[in-house]
């Protein structure tokens, strides 16, 4: 079983930055790759971005595609995500997952779930 711990969340004006980290314990032999999604109350969750855990691919939702950078360090078991040009639009909250196989944006696919950490971009 992987276990995530997300971190890096917070509130910044429309056009700033943050990072998140999700840091990965357990058992990490199992990840394949990390997703990033988010949600608001009263929406489904959105899919952001996501990252092989190997070679580094990644893929990103077109609203998020040339501001926010998805990353890892494999030695130690950590992922990031690089929020830039933050708008309004982009408050949620923002959850980490991992899974075995490669998930892509289909959210059924991740096993394990960081609890979230909130993003607030204030116009």
């Known amino acids: 079983q992987v276990e995530l711990a997300e971190s890096g969340g917070g509130s910044v004006q429309a056009g700033g930055s943050l990072r998140l980290s999700c840091v990965a314990s357990?058992?990490?032999?199992?990840?394949?790759?990390m997703g990033w999604f988010r949600q608001t109350p009263g929406k489904e969750r959105e899919f952001v971005g996501a990252?092989?855990?190997?070679?580094?691919?990644?893929m990103y939702a077109d609203a998020v595609k040339g501001r926010f950078t998805v990353s890892r360090n494999n030695a130690a078991n950590t992922g990031y995500l690089q929020m830039n040009s933050l708008q309004p639009t982009d408050t949620a909250a923002y959850y980490c997952?991992?899974?075995?196989?490669?998930?892509?944006?289909?959210?059924?696919?991740?096993?394990?779930w960081g609890q979230g950490t909130q993003v607030t971009v204030s116009s």
């Open positions: 990252i092989m855990w190997d070679n580094g691919h990644t």
């Open positions: 997952a991992t899974s075995p196989t490669w998930s892509g944006s289909y959210a059924l696919g991740y096993e394990a």
């Open positions: 357990g058992r990490t032999s199992r990840i394949y790759g």
